[in-house]
């Protein structure tokens, strides 16, 4: 698979991602060598205004943070003594992420999102450039993975990459089809625009928030 091009900025030309021996996202290895080499264009080495007004607005919520990176996040929530677990499959990127929790460092695992049992039952998963992290097959499987983490009435919210791409990762999902792939089991309860995005998201992210309902998620993951 492709890397990533950064897109231009107006009347720039785009800065080509340096050549790695990894192309399979799928693989632990290939973040590796990202993480190892600095190649990290979805880091926002903070965290945005959206984040914060819905942490603040959820403050009793329990949050699990899938692909997390760096963790940013984690680490914006631990300070404020939220519970809160963030996990990721690539030694890496949790080397990297325990390095920026420092004290609260324990919050970080490394694991499988697919099997990973949470010490918690989450009332909010934070999605942030993991689906389109993700090589596309594994699309059914995330939504199907959500449902099974989230109880009804929990909440997936975070920042989501719309609008497919020729390469990637990110890999932009089209609207309908991230619409198709989350109602059977979330209801969209918020929807809104993104300020702040890094270059390899502008003018692409929205903030979407999701609520489990009812309905069982189906086996298969």
Request: proline fraction near 11%.
């Amino acid at each position: 698979m492709s890397d990533p091009t950064l897109p231009a900025q107006p009347g720039q030309p785009p800065a080509s991602a340096p050549e790695f021996d990894t192309r399979d996202p799928a693989a632990p290895a290939f973040w590796d060598e990202r993480f190892e080499r600095g190649f990290t264009p979805w880091d926002q080495a903070g965290v945005l205004p959206a984040f914060e007004a819905f942490a603040a607005a959820h403050h009793d919520a329990a949050v699990l943070i899938p692909g997390c990176g760096n963790a940013w996040e984690a680490r914006w929530l631990a300070e404020r003594g939220r519970t809160v677990r963030a996990i990721d499959f690539a030694p890496s990127a949790v080397e990297r992420a325990r390095k920026v929790l420092g004290d609260h460092a324990n919050v970080v695992e490394e694991a499988d999102f697919y099997t990973y049992a949470p010490p918690f039952t989450p009332a909010w998963i934070f999605e942030r450039a993991f689906l389109c992290a993700l090589p596309k097959a594994q699309r059914a499987d995330y939504a199907r993975r959500m449902a099974e983490l989230l109880a009804p009435g929990a909440l997936l919210a975070g920042y989501y990459f719309i609008g497919e791409t020729p390469k990637g990762p990110p890999f932009g999902i089209a609207r309908a089809e991230l619409d198709a792939l989350l109602t059977p089991y979330f209801n969209l309860i918020a929807d809104e625009p993104v300020e702040g995005s890094l270059p390899v998201f502008l003018g692409r992210e929205r903030w979407l928030t999701w609520q489990r309902n009812d309905a069982p998620a189906a086996p298969g993951v």
